[in-house]
C-alpha cells in the first residue's frame, strides 16, 4: 500500500517537473496548468534553482538545473 502511494506520488512528480518550462530564465515566475490535476502551477525559477508549486496536488518541489540554456548562449557569444 505504501509503496504504491510513492509510485504515484513519483510519477506525479516526474510528470509535474515535465511542465517547467526548459527556457525559464533567473527571476521568471510563470503560472501553467498542472499536468495531473489541471489546477494552476506555478512556477519559479532563482539562479540555479527552480520551484514548482501545485496546491490541486499538495506538490511543492525544489530542484536544481542541471544545465543552463542561459550560460551556454552567453559562451557561445564570446568566441
Do not use: H
Amino acid at each position: 500500500m505504501c509503496g504504491e502511494f510513492l509510485s504515484d506520488l513519483s510519477r506525479a512528480i516526474q510528470s509535474i517537473l515535465k511542465a517547467v518550462p526548459w527556457d525559464i530564465k533567473d527571476g521568471d515566475r510563470k503560472i501553467v496548468r498542472c499536468p495531473e490535476c489541471n489546477q494552476k502551477l506555478y512556477i519559479q525559477r532563482n539562479s540555479e534553482k527552480v520551484r514548482a508549486c501545485c496546491g490541486g496536488c499538495g506538490i511543492d518541489i525544489t530542484a536544481d538545473i542541471l544545465k543552463s540554456r542561459d550560460k551556454e548562449e552567453e559562451a557561445d557569444g564570446e568566441d
